[in-house]
């Protein structure tokens, strides 16, 4: 997965986080789509399951890289956000 960090702080609210995120993440995806993500100011998480651990990782990051999630893009020290494409060619 590639990671990406975008500088911020923590004045930033949630849907701001999201809007960078997002646009860092078209650099790298033609049509990204959000898998999951994390507010770690909020405490709180998308998908909101507890099914899992593994590796250190937690349930919304085994949730977006099961289904092809490929980019992480990590804004400040609260927020995460992980696409995959979100468009398929034929």
Known sequence: MNTVTVKSDTSLVF???QELANTEARKYL????TLSWLDRILDRHFPNVDCC???GKESWEIYAE????DVRVEVGE???FIFREGSIAN
């Open 15 to 17: 849907e701001q986080a």
């Open 30 to 33: 033609k049509d990204p789509m």
């Open 53 to 55: 651990q593994e590796d």
């Open 66 to 69: 099961s289904r092809g999630g």
């Open 78 to 80: 609260w927020y995460v």
